[in-house]
C-alpha cells in the first residue's frame, strides 16, 4: 500500500545514508518526509528486508523509484531547472547507466565512505 504523503525511505543505521539524507534536506526546496527503514512497516508499503537493505526508496503516488530512480525523481520534484535537468539526465540513457553503476559502488562502499561506519556494510549473503 501506499503513504498518503511522499515518503523516502533510507538505511537509519548508514551513518553515510543519514548524512546524505539530511543534507538533501537542507539543499533542496522540496523534500519528502524522510524515514529510517527500521521506523517504518516497510511490507505494508510492499517492499522486502532486501528491498530496503540494498536501495532508497521514494514512494509518491503509487510509484515505487528505488536506488538512482529515487535520487532523480527527487531532483525533478525541484522547483528550479538545475535540478530537474539533472533529475531526468540521471534516468536517460547512457547517463542512467552511468547512475546506476555509480549508486551500486556507493551503496557497497559506503561504509568506507566518509561519514560511513561499520554498521552501513551491506549485509552478507547467506549460504
Known amino acids: 500500500m501506499a503513504p498518503q504523503t ?3 525511505v533510507f538505511d537509519g543505521d548508514c551513518a553515510f545514508c543519514t548524512t546524505w539524507v539530511r543534507r538533501l534536506e537542507r539543499m533542496l526546496p522540496v ?10 512497516d516497510y511490507e505494508s508499503l510492499g517492499l522486502t528486508r532486501h528491498d530496503v537493505t540494498h536501495y532508497v ?3 509518491v503516488d503509487g ?4 536506488g538512482h530512480a529515487a535520487v532523480a525523481a527527487l531532483f525533478r520534484a525541484q522547483r528550479t531547472v538545475g535540478w530537474r535537468f539533472l533529475g531526468h539526465l540521471l534516468v536517460t540513457p547512457p547517463f542512467s547507466w ?3 553503476m555509480a549508486y551500486a559502488l556507493i551503496a557497497r562502499f559506503r561504509h ?3 561519514g560511513g ?3 552501513c ?3 552478507r549473503p547467506t549460504a
Open 98 to 100: 552511468a547512475a546506476a
Open 112 to 114: 568506507r565512505l566518509p
Open 121 to 123: 556494510a551491506m549485509p
Open 6 to 8: 511522499p515518503l523516502l
Open 117 to 119: 561506519t561499520p554498521a
Open 63 to 66: 510509484r515505487r523509484d528505488s
Open 31 to 40: 523534500f519528502p518526509e524522510s524515514q529510517p527503514w527500521q521506523w517504518v
Open 57 to 59: 526508496w521514494l514512494l
